[in-house]
């Protein structure tokens, strides 16, 4: 049984390397969650310092869609972790079952049962986090998968401000922005625009290497110069 109100902090981790920046400060003493195959993604150093993992999606399908050489079945049953599921399986023998129906009742509704991050989000606030920081999930227009459970996510975000709860997504990430609407803002940075959407596609286009991890980093730089220059987001924590 997982003991509530241990760790003040929670990294919830997703898969877009662009946006892991700053996640070494917490490897110690905070909890890091990761879900679905992420294994496959996040280098060593990252899957060292995970607590826990989620696999929610129903586990019939799920297995079904699975290819046998990557594996993800046999990861979860060794990875050592309390891996989170629908329900438990003999096949894993770290299995939790969520806690769904507590869930409800602490969020009121099962708004939060759209998306894994969902879960996840709904989870922490459950378990009294005192801070939820969101890394690697950009949740931006782009992807019909991440703009689908975005207005989940931000409504989880604004449940958690709202009793108490610090909480923190990238400066990159489209997470809590949004065009600034009845004020003047500064254009002289929207040349970089056209920059920042070529290195995006070009990462995109690599598998996970040491080269991605060069590429997501310079993207992430140049997306801090560009709002700095910009300025034309609203943004949670800003004045």
Same mark, same amino acid.
């Given at each position: 049984?997982?003991?509530?109100?241990?760790?003040?902090t929670v990294c919830i981790v997703g898969m877009n390397s662009q946006l892991w920046a700053g996640l070494k400060e917490h490897s110690d003493g905070d909890e890091w969650w990761g879900l679905n195959q992420g294994h496959l993604f996040?280098? #060593?150093?990252? @899957?060292?310092?995970?607590?826990?993992?989620?696999? !929610?999606?129903? +586990?019939? &399908?799920?297995?079904?869609r699975q290819r046998p050489e990557v594996g993800h079945i046999e990861w979860l049953a060794k990875c050592g972790?309390?891996?989170?599921?629908?329900?438990?399986?003999?096949?894993?023998?770290?299995?939790?079952?969520?806690?769904?129906?507590?869930?409800?009742?602490?969020?009121?509704?099962?708004?939060?049962?759209?998306?894994?991050?969902?879960?996840?989000?709904?989870?922490?606030?459950?378990?009294?986090?005192?801070?939820?920081?969101?890394?690697?999930?950009?949740?931006?227009?782009?992807?019909?998968?991440?703009?689908?459970?975005?207005?989940? #996510?931000?409504? @989880?975000?604004?449940?958690?401000?709202?009793r108490g !709860?610090?909480? +923190?997504? &990238?400066?990159?990430?489209?997470?809590?922005?949004?065009?600034?609407?009845?004020?003047?803002v500064d254009q002289s940075g929207l040349a970089l625009e056209e920059a920042l959407d070529v290195l995006r596609r070009y990462s995109g286009s690599l598998k996970y290497s040491e080269e991605r991890m060069r590429v997501g980093a310079a993207t992430l730089r140049l997306e801090r110069l560009y709002e700095g220059l910009v300025g034309g987001k609203a943004r949670h924590g800003s004045n």
């Amino acid at each position: 049984m997982i003991k509530l109100g241990g760790r003040k902090t929670v990294c919830i981790v997703g898969m877009n390397s662009q946006l892991w920046a700053g996640l070494k400060e917490h490897s110690d003493g905070d909890e890091w969650w990761g879900l679905n195959q992420g294994h496959l993604f996040f280098p #060593i150093w990252m @899957l060292r310092n995970f607590t826990r993992w989620f696999q !929610i999606h129903a +586990w019939g &399908p799920m297995v079904a869609r699975q290819r046998p050489e990557v594996g993800h079945i046999e990861w979860l049953a060794k990875c050592g972790l309390p891996v989170y599921l629908e329900e438990t399986r003999a096949e894993i023998p770290t299995g939790v079952r969520y806690p769904y129906e507590e869930v409800v009742a602490t969020i009121g509704s099962n708004y939060f049962a759209t998306n894994t991050f969902g879960y996840m989000l709904a989870l922490s606030i459950h378990e009294r986090f005192e801070e939820i920081k969101l890394y690697g999930a950009n949740f931006g227009p782009k992807d019909i998968s991440d703009a689908y459970a975005r207005p989940c #996510i931000e409504f @989880l975000l604004g449940l958690a401000v709202g009793r108490g !709860i610090k909480v +923190w997504v &990238p400066e990159a990430s489209a997470l809590l922005k949004g065009d600034i609407y009845g004020r003047t803002v500064d254009q002289s940075g929207l040349a970089l625009e056209e920059a920042l959407d070529v290195l995006r596609r070009y990462s995109g286009s690599l598998k996970y290497s040491e080269e991605r991890m060069r590429v997501g980093a310079a993207t992430l730089r140049l997306e801090r110069l560009y709002e700095g220059l910009v300025g034309g987001k609203a943004r949670h924590g800003s004045n």
